[in-house]
């Protein structure tokens, strides 16, 4: 009896574990960016949350969470409608908000590892890092 309760858990464990394509949570894909990067406060909350100045909203917490998988791993777990939203925020960030802009590089790529990894790829997208 013991050794098919311990099957059953090993199973559910294995099916947990295997879950398709490891994605990020789509719970926050229908957040409007766009009311964000218009509206200095709430803006200024989600980068103060990422920087730990202050504190975080559920949808905030979540990219405070992942965000330096996603950075290194080059957005790969990322939904389509995450990747475009993030090319979105990057250009709003460096060419509107360079101040919030130098403070996040400082916090999540001090070193410029990723600046460069992923510079081509930006100039693509019309985005100057």
């Known amino acids: 009896m013991k050794a ?5 858990v ?3 464990v294995a099916i947990v574990s295997a879950r398709p394509d490891d994605k990020y949570t ?4 229908n957040v409007d960016l766009d009311d ?6 709430l803006l200024k909350g989600y980068v103060f949350c990422l920087l730990e100045k202050g504190p975080c909203s559920p949808d905030g917490a979540e990219l405070k969470k992942v965000l330096p998988d996603a950075i290194e791993t080059e957005c790969s777990k990322c939904s389509e409608k995450q990747n475009n939203g993030s090319r979105k925020v990057l250009r709003h960030l460096i060419d509107n908000e360079p101040e919030y ?3 996040l590089e400082k916090k999540y790529d ?5 600046k460069n990894k ?12």
């Open 26 to 29: 789509t719970k926050y894909d």
């Open 10 to 12: 090993l199973g559910f």
């Open 4 to 8: 098919v309760i311990l099957l059953g």
């Open 36 to 41: 964000i990067l218009k509206n200095k406060r």
């Open 101 to 103: 802009w130098n403070e």
């Open 110 to 114: 001090p070193k410029g590892e990723y």
């Open 118 to 129: 992923y510079r081509e790829e930006a100039k693509k997208e019309g985005i100057n890092l």
